[in-house]
């Protein structure tokens, strides 16, 4: 059974930065990515990046977001930069595993003054 979990988030003011980072573990790890669930909207995707590092950005995140992963440690990042009170949602991180597909319990990001 693969397991994720998440850290880094937390409360931080409009133009600040996070970096959210996730560990998988209990099997072959291929596709990760961020997604991310406002109150009252629906989850929606982030960021992705495949084992061989090509990345995919939700167009509202492009510019200020980074993904990146570490394939010796099964873990992917998230450096969120300019943040903004639009931004504010349960981030959550999500691996693909023998086609699979597993969730982290999610991190709060709260951007705000």
């Known amino acids: 059974q693969v397991q994720v979990v998440e850290s880094g988030g937390g409360l931080v003011q409009p133009g600040g930065s996070l970096r959210l980072s996730c560990a998988a573990s209990?099997?072959?790890?291929?596709?990760m990515g961020w997604y991310r669930q406002a109150p009252g909207k629906q989850r929606e995707l982030v960021a992705t990046?495949?084992?061989?590092?090509?990345?995919n950005y939700a167009d509202s995140v492009k510019g200020r977001f980074a993904i990146s992963r570490d394939n010796a440690k099964n873990a992917v990042y998230l450096q969120m930069n300019s943040l903004k009170p639009e931004d504010t949602a349960v981030y959550y991180c999500?691996?693909?595993?023998?086609?699979?597909?597993?969730w982290g319990q999610g991190t709060q990001v709260t951007v705000s003054s």
């Open positions: 209990g099997g072959p790890i291929a596709g």
């Open positions: 990046i495949t084992v061989g590092g090509r990345t």
């Open positions: 999500n691996v693909l595993s023998r086609l699979q597909s597993y």
